[in-house]
C-alpha cells in the first residue's frame, strides 16, 4: 500500500511538472514573413525610342546581356521591361539610313530614353534640330 502510495503521488509530480514546461507551437504566424532564400527580382528597364527616320529602327543593347529592339513605325515608341540593370553600350542602326550611332547606357529600371532617331541627308544624326 505504501509502494502505491508513493507512486502515486510520483506521478502527480511529473503531471504537475510537465504542465509548466512550454509546449512547442506548430501554428502558422499570422504576419507573413518573406522566404529569405528567395532573391527578390531585379527591377526591369523598358526602352521608350523616337523613330523620325520614316523607316525600321534596330536598337542593340551590348553589355553584361544582350538585347535588340526593332521599331518600323515612326513617332515614339515604348518595349515591355525586359532590360536588366547594369551598363551597356547602345547601337542605333537606321534602314533609311547609312552608319549607325552609339550611346553608353546604365540601366537600373524604370524608362531608358534615347534622343529622337532623324536621318539628315541619308546619314543617321542623333541632333534632331
Given at each position: 500500500?505504501?509502494?502505491?502510495?508513493?507512486?502515486?503521488?510520483?506521478?502527480?509530480?511529473?503531471?504537475?511538472?510537465?504542465?509548466?514546461?512550454?509546449?512547442?507551437?506548430?501554428?502558422?504566424?499570422?504576419?507573413?514573413?518573406?522566404?529569405?532564400?528567395?532573391?527578390?527580382?531585379?527591377?526591369?528597364?523598358?526602352?521608350?525610342?523616337?523613330?523620325r527616320t520614316?523607316?525600321?529602327?534596330?536598337?542593340?543593347?551590348?553589355?553584361?546581356?544582350?538585347?535588340?529592339?526593332?521599331?518600323?513605325?515612326?513617332?515614339?515608341?515604348?518595349?515591355?521591361?525586359?532590360?536588366?540593370?547594369?551598363?551597356?553600350?547602345?547601337?542605333?542602326?537606321?534602314?533609311?539610313?547609312?552608319?549607325h550611332v552609339?550611346?553608353?547606357?546604365?540601366?537600373?529600371?524604370?524608362?531608358?530614353?534615347?534622343?529622337?532617331?532623324?536621318?539628315?541627308?541619308?546619314?543617321?544624326?542623333?541632333?534632331?534640330?
Amino acid at each position: 500500500m505504501k509502494t502505491l502510495r508513493c507512486f502515486t503521488i510520483l506521478l502527480l509530480a511529473v503531471l504537475v511538472v510537465s504542465s509548466w514546461v512550454p509546449v512547442p507551437a506548430y501554428a502558422k504566424s499570422s504576419i507573413d514573413t518573406p522566404n529569405t532564400s528567395v532573391l527578390p527580382k531585379p527591377s526591369l528597364g523598358r526602352l521608350r525610342v523616337t523613330n523620325r527616320t520614316g523607316g525600321v529602327v534596330y536598337i542593340r543593347f551590348s553589355g553584361r546581356r544582350s538585347y535588340t529592339f526593332l521599331t518600323a513605325g515612326q513617332g515614339k515608341t515604348t518595349f515591355e521591361s525586359v532590360i536588366h540593370p547594369g551598363r551597356y553600350k547602345v547601337t542605333v542602326t537606321a534602314l533609311a539610313c547609312r552608319g549607325h550611332v552609339e550611346y553608353k547606357r546604365y540601366v537600373i529600371g524604370g524608362v531608358v530614353s534615347l534622343p529622337p532617331i532623324v536621318c539628315r541627308g541619308k546619314r543617321l544624326n542623333n541632333n534632331p534640330d
